[in-house]
């Protein structure tokens, strides 16, 4: 019997709390540990083999090599790899990950990051480009989220990414609350489908994580956020939209909670922030997420992502410079000289900042709305088709972001048959559903056509072969379904332990 089995025959039926105890008291019994050894080591096997297709392939190195190889050389290996892995992102299968990807924009930003490799933010006075580059590259995404709709002071600062925009805003609002209001056990709510970052920054900056829950419109529940506020309250999150279902959470009435009680509200527009405005512009019928709502504090835009730059860069934004000096780092009697960085590194990549500007400047306000129209034009395709295999449910009322579920079928077989179509779909869970991120790459000619024949002919093979278990089928299932997190936990740590093995 493998573990699935055990979880869905016996332990999925239990109360969470009471599976972990039944299985914690069963788990070193030998025959159970043994099988579930068994279970992991295949799975992992499994999985380093796809992480490692150059394994005996591609010269590898646990060592520098003795000589340095030829210049020529490590470009020929560097085109090989290239042309194996671009395929997938270019002819579009790929949910997400590369937001543009034609190859004149492509090239367009290496030129500029090849004028610029050498330089970096922290010095100044070497490079002022990199900072009229990032001033700019503030500037101009602060006046697309409302900035100049409002009295207040809308500032902010380059980051390496949406994650780090979201740890920047959150250790700014902590040091805020301790320095102002003295509050020493923060706390954060955050609706579940925010992004893991948060529960990263709560765990990194040692606040206090409210999840609450969502409605069947998958947007955050008010109601419930107004419920879990305390004394110890530093900021309310809301997302625009959230990466798992694509949709906008109610920013409106729950910055307007955290602005009653003097707090903090975080708007996470890391995925929509280069898109929202624009579709709102196009006439679609979209709330209003940013500064022109007075409660939003702060808001996390990824330039990486739908801003087209090169990967490595996002905006954090705020209202006021006073709440932006929190995030700051500076140092006085440090032998190496007076010190100060904005961000959490020290050292950055000006050329990505400058790669970052360029996109922005060549691309301008018409080609973000041109990109935008192309972009929610495919997803209503994508979703019509959908709409019309029964066996399939799209969760919420997405944009661009559409994630379907089955009540009938295992929607993760249904994502396995897609990979076997070539397709990288991103696998979710609670409840168990697929997404997909439609960018630019799906909105060239057929691509969306070829994902509704492929995903009607998968519900099809899954209907006929319900006993096929696939490939990562029974990772997410168990992923999924599995009441004792610490293994879950296990297996993540192994896989991270993976991609650091050299082969
Ligand atoms: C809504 C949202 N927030 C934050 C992030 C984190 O961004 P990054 O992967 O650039 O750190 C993502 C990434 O997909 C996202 O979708």
Redesign the pocket.
């Known amino acids: 019997m493998d573990i699935q089995t055990i979880m869905d025959k016996y332990l999925s039926r239990l109360p969470q709390g009471i599976a972990t105890r039944v299985f914690n008291t069963i788990k070193d019994i030998p025959f159970v540990k043994k099988t579930i050894q068994k279970e992991l080591d295949t799975m992992m096997a499994e999985l380093e083999g796809s992480l490692k297709p150059y394994k005996d392939k591609v010269q590898s190195f646990a060592a520098l090599p003795e000589k340095g190889l030829g210049k020529n050389d490590v470009i020929s290996l560097m085109e090989d790899i290239h042309e194996k892995e671009a395929s997938s992102w270019e002819d579009g299968y790929v949910s997400?990950a590369v937001y543009h990807g034609d190859p004149d924009h492509i090239e367009f930003l290496n030129k500029i990051y090849g004028f610029n490799s050498q330089s970096n933010p922290l010095h100044s006075d070497i490079w002022p480009s990199a900072t009229k580059f990032e001033s700019e590259i503030v500037s101009m995404t602060a006046t697309m989220l409302g900035a100049n709709k409002t009295d207040d002071d809308i500032c902010g600062v380059v980051s390496s990414?949406?994650?780090?925009?979201?740890l920047l805003a959150m250790k700014t609002y902590r040091d805020r609350a301790l320095k102002e209001k003295k509050i020493t056990r923060p706390e954060m709510i955050v609706p579940v489908t925010?992004?893991?970052?948060f529960d990263k920054a709560a765990q990194y900056f040692n606040i206090k994580i409210i999840h609450i829950p969502v409605g069947p419109d998958c947007r955050a529940d008010v109601k419930a956020t107004k419920k879990a506020m305390t004394k110890n309250t530093i900021v309310i999150v809301g997302?625009?939209?959230?990466?798992p279902h694509g949709v906008i959470d109610p920013i409106a009435e729950l910055s307007e909670l955290a602005r009653k009680k003097k707090i903090g509200f975080h708007t996470?527009?890391?995925?929509?922030g280069f898109v929202v405005p624009w579709a709102e512009k196009l006439g679609y019928n979209i709330p209003t997420v940013d500064f022109r709502l007075p409660g939003v504090t702060s808001i996390?835009a990824?330039t990486?992502?739908y801003g087209y730059a090169a990967k490595g860069t996002?905006v954090i934004l705020y209202r006021g410079t006073e709440l932006r000096r929190y995030q700051y780092f500076t140092i006085t009697d440090w032998p190496g000289g007076l010190y100060f960085s904005p961000t959490f590194a020290g050292s950055r990549p000006g050329a990505l900042s400058a790669a970052c500007w360029a996109a922005m400047v060549s691309i301008g306000e018409k080609g973000y709305m041109d990109a935008t129209k192309k972009i929610i034009g495919t997803a209503s395709i994508i979703k019509e088709g959908i709409n019309q295999i029964s066996e399939l449910k799209i969760l919420g009322d997405p944009l661009w972001?559409i994630a379907f579920a089955s009540d009938q079928l295992n929607i993760y077989q249904v994502m396995d048959q897609m990979g076997q179509k070539g397709w990288s779909l991103n696998g979710l869970h609670k409840p168990a559903c697929v997404h997909i991120?439609v960018t630019l790459r799906h909105t060239r000619a057929g691509v969306a056509e070829r994902f509704i024949e492929d995903l009607k002919a998968s519900v099809e093979f899954v209907k006929a072969n319900p006993d096929e278990k696939g490939e990562m089928a029974p990772v997410y299932g168990m992923a999924a379904t599995i009441p004792f997190r610490g293994l879950v936990e296990d297996m993540m740590e192994k896989y991270i332990d993976l991609l650091y093995k050299v082969e």
């Open positions: 997400g990414g949406g994650t780090e925009s979201i925010a992004h893991a970052a997302s625009s939209p959230c990466f996470d527009a890391c995925l929509g996390s990824d990486h992502k996002s972001v991120c």
